[in-house]
């Protein structure tokens, strides 16, 4: 089913994905939206979306997860996003996003703003790949997170069942500040 996707046609803006087939072109409507960072704590999601339910948790093969934009931003440290990066993987859980909500994220998540865009992911799940999109950040990687926001990621990654490797791994990351106190 998933096939004749790998030579779609992605409109990194929109929702639609256009695969064209001999018979016409087919239309999938992306409702999944892959969390990565701190959105994977799904209290926090239900706070933003309220109408999108956590269905299931994946792995975006091929990804790396890593920080951006200390400097553009002017914040204490810098922000999660993700690369295109072969030999790695990030942990996401996914979110059935009504549209009512999409809006809103879309806010929550700096895309109107400029700072994220949209992209569409291929996310590996036990069910079988599914297509979801991200946030990633829209400018260029480095910077290092609060030692407060790392350890929101990792409590955001635990709640959401991330194996307990991928979560110790997230706290030994280093950070801009000492404790998460700060």
């Known amino acids: 089913m998933l096939g004749p ?3 779609a046609v992605v409109s990194p803006a929109a929702r639609v994905i256009f695969s064209p087939t001999p018979q016409g072109a087919i239309v999938i409507v992306v409702r999944l939206y892959a969390a990565y960072g701190s959105n994977l704590d799904p209290a926090r ?17 091929g990804w790396r997860l890593t920080f951006a934009g200390e400097e553009m931003l002017g914040w204490e440290g810098a922000v ?3 690369v295109e990066s072969p030999d790695d993987r990030v942990f996401v859980a996914l979110y059935d996003v009504h549209p009512r909500d999409e809006a809103q994220l879309d806010e929550v998540e700096g895309v109107t703003a400029g700072t994220y865009r949209k992209l569409h992911v291929r996310v590996a799940t036990l069910d ?8 990633v950040f829209d400018g260029y ?34 950070t801009r500040t000492a404790t998460p106190d700060l």
């Not at 079988?128 to 946030?135: K, L």
């Not at 407060?148 to 990621?153: F, G, K, R």
């Open 80 to 82: 999660t996003t993700i």
């Open 128 to 135: 079988g790949d599914v297509t979801a999109w991200v946030y």
């Open 141 to 174: 990687e480095g910077g290092l997170p609060t030692a407060w926001y790392l350890s929101e990621i990792a409590n955001a990654a635990e709640k959401a069942g991330a194996p307990k490797d991928y979560v110790d791994a997230l706290r030994a990351r280093p």
């Open 45 to 61: 999601m239900r706070a933003y979306c309220p109408h999108s339910p956590m269905i299931g948790t994946g792995w975006l093969e």
């Open 5 to 7: 996707l790998r030579s």
